[in-house]
């Protein structure tokens, strides 16, 4: 089963614009990753944020982590076409294994 | 430095029949994950190896079984072959056995096809 949950499922922007996507989750994480996967390929790994990290950056990316709320957010500022993907997050809770959520699929329209 | 390999990259099989699948991980790491992927959906854990051992599963009948070799590669065996078993499985690697703290690295899947 799903740990997490991303929302929205798809969301198209225009080229220059930012997109933010969200990740909410069920149980307490040791950490939080985001990746990014181009046409049903191999995943990339983006950021890994520690569950006592509020942000983390990372280049044009920058992801924010609210333990409270069970929740993080992924922000690309200045979108480029190259973006377009499905971004998933992804939490561990001191196990070995990764729990993926159902990811977001972004279009970054030229 | 050579990446997380899978091999093969594209696979069709039929009900019924076994398929093994081939994983190197990056150099320098010694911890394979195998997911499995449907389509839309995101991946699912399947189980780690770890110093030729199965660490963790996931919740996957026995038809899915794995093996890792002195060299940390890994294979991931799927018998009796259900239409519901194709998918994109994704194989990924750590360079510690730490808590589950560590960064994944994934190869680019093998797609398989079941009819």
Known sequence: SQQGEEDPQALSIQEGENATMNCSYKTSINNLQWYRQNSGRGLVHLILIRSNEREKHSGRLRVTLDTSKKSSSL?????????????????????YKYIFGT???????? | DAGVTQSPTHLIKTRGQQVTLR?????????????????????????????EEERQRGNF??????????????????????????ALYLCASSPMAGGGADTQYFGPGTRLTVL
């Open chain 2, 23 to 51: 994983c190197s991980p990056k150099s320098g790491h010694d911890t394979v994950s195998w997911y499995q992927q449907a389509l839309g959906q995101g991946p699912q854990f399947i189980f780690q190896y770890y110093e």
């Open chain 2, 61 to 86: 009948p026995d038809r899915f079984s794995g093996h890792q070799f002195p060299n940390y590669s890994s294979e991931l065996n799927v018998n009796a072959l259900l239409l519901g078993d194709s």
């Open chain 1, 75 to 95: 922000l690309i500022t200045a979108s480029r076409a190259a973006d377009t993907a499905s971004y998933f997050c992804a939490t561990n809770s001191g196990t």
């Open chain 1, 103 to 110: 990811g977001t699929r972004l279009k970054v329209l030229a």
